[in-house]
């Protein structure tokens, strides 16, 4: 079993960068690929980036791609979410979330944290 814990949301405004960590814990950390999504209160939650376990391979959401990078530390079971260029409609909670496969769908995660919250003021 994996259980992850969202740090560094906050108040950000428009341009500004901010850096998302996912600690996790439990011996198979390291086995599992990492995703992080956001949602908007009354909205679905929304794919933003994935990582495979070794971190060879990464997905990006297309609203992101280019402002926005994914990466892990496994040694220290940690996912990062590195986000630059920051617009207001990337206001949202930010949730990392553990799945045996590298993966879009929401539903197909294993594990979740309880989620941060960004907001971007323009």
């Known amino acids: 079993q994996v259980q992850l814990v969202e740090s560094g949301g906050g108040l950000v405004q428009t341009g500004d960068s901010l850096t998302l960590s996912c600690a996790g814990s439990?011996?198979?950390?390291?086995?599992?690929?990492m995703g992080w999504f956001r949602q908007v209160l009354g909205k679905e939650r929304e794919f933003v980036a994935a990582?495979?376990?070794?971190?060879?391979?990464?997905i990006y959401a297309d609203s992101v791609k280019g402002r926005f990078t994914i990466s892990r530390d496994n040694a220290k079971k940690r996912v990062y979410l590195q986000m630059n260029s920051l617009k207001p409609e990337d206001t949202a909670v930010y949730y990392c979330?553990?799945?045996?496969?590298?993966?879009?769908?929401?539903?197909?995660?294993?594990?979740w944290g309880q989620g941060t919250q960004v907001t971007v003021s323009s």
């Open positions: 990582i495979s376990w070794s971190g060879g391979n990464t």
């Open positions: 439990g011996r198979t950390f390291s086995s599992y690929a």
């Open positions: 979330a553990a799945n045996h496969g590298l993966v879009v769908v929401a539903d197909e995660y294993d594990y």
